[in-house]
């Protein structure tokens, strides 16, 4: 494929979907190279397949990288110093030359020339956030460096008490670590230090009020703290809505139940006559409708349909003959 095809990877451990916990892959566009990067942790022979996808052609291409991994024993740096930078990414600070950019003044201020880059993390791995995309903001990056010789004083001062006062204020500090390394926007509120000879040193960033100082003892107070009472939470919270609710139904019953006018109420408050009147077209009124039901006459006019509601046609108009007595409904009272 052309140089300036975009070609995407996908990297993962032979036999597994995912690359190991210790490797990391990242690329930036398919036009920009794209990087394998982290410190090994676990020993032996591992073996990481890459697949390259060309984006124009979709042409693709495996191949397989062999890594061996033994422990060192040639060089030891029990000396660690882990700073972070704002104003750079991950792939920009993984090639040789930027990391000599940043170990040449650092080698000036440790006073070592055995300086070595032990691991460089994105800082999205670390719980960073991803930047507003606006020019010139980075993800920023995580590198740790170690080394046989002691801390220079410009990395232990980070840990001083007033340095910790002005980190907690907000206020930014100044040091000759960070004269020398103007190129680089190091946060020295956030510098991790690691004596192998001893004890980590915590990062000043995360010393505070409750850190003991060295040597320190922790005194468990003596009284054990009188446990809560939720009582009072429970009659709020469960009870007083279950007597809402119960109140609510009583009264909706009362409503409902026993405020309806009875049919003995209401005939208690009618005369005998009215009764017996009413009683008396209701029994008329349904002997009617039996009788009418019984006899054989032909349906009124007033029910006959003037159309089929199937067909849509109209029916003609009864025709009567002419000699055909016309019976009134209503005869004339005299």
């Known amino acids: 494929p052309n140089y300036i095809d975009p070609m995407t ?15 990391r892959y990242t690329q930036r566009s398919p036009r920009q190279t794209a990087y394998l990067y982290g410190s090994p942790t676990d020993v032996g022979r591992q073996v990481i397949e890459v697949t390259a996808y060309n984006r124009n052609t979709y ?25 972070r930078i704002f104003n750079w990414d991950v792939e920009e600070l993984l090639p040789s030359k930027a990391q000599f950019e940043f170990k040449g003044p650092l ?28 020019p010139g903001r980075k993800e920023g ?3 740790k460096v170690g080394s046989d010789a002691p801390f220079p004083a410009c ?9 910790q006062q002005f980190c907690q204020e907000g206020q930014r500090t100044f040091f000759l670590c960070n004269v020398l390394l103007k190129q680089f926007h190091i946060d020295w509120c956030n510098v991790s230090l690691t004596d192998g000879f001893k004890t980590p040193i915590p990062s000043s960033s995360y010393r505070g009020l409750g850190i003991l100082d060295d040597g320190g003892e922790f005194n468990p107070p003596l009284e ?22 119960l109140l609510l139904f009583v009264m909706l019953f009362y409503i409902m139940c026993c405020r309806r006018e009875g049919v003995d109420k209401r005939d208690s408050a009618t005369s005998d006559i009215q009764l017996v009147h009413q009683q008396t077209i209701f029994s008329n009124t349904e002997e009617l409708r039996q009788m009418a039901s019984t006899r054989d006459v032909p349906r009124p006019l007033s029910t006959l349909p003037m159309f089929n509601a199937r067909t849509g046609q109209r029916a003609p108009p009864l025709q009567l ?14």
């Open 9 to 23: 990877f996908n990297a993962n451990l032979e036999g597994f979907p995912d690359l190991p916990r210790w490797l």
């Open 59 to 83: 042409e693709t291409i495996r191949h397989k990288i062999f890594l061996s991994i033994r422990p060192a024993t040639d060089f030891q740096t029990p000396f660690q110093a882990e700073f």
């Open 107 to 134: 080698e000036d201020v440790w006073v070592s020339q055995r300086l070595k880059v032990i691991n460089i993390t994105s800082a999205l791995d670390k719980g960073g956030r991803v930047p507003l995309p606006l």
């Open 141 to 143: 990056v995580y590198i």
């Open 155 to 163: 990395l232990l001062d980070t840990l001083s008490p007033q340095i």
């Open 224 to 245: 054990t703290l009188e446990l809560k009472s939720y009582l009072s939470d429970y009659l709020l919270t469960i009870l007083l809505p279950s007597l809402l609710a």
């Open 321 to 334: 003959p002419e000699d055909s007595a016309h019976v009134p409904l209503i005869l004339s009272q005299h």
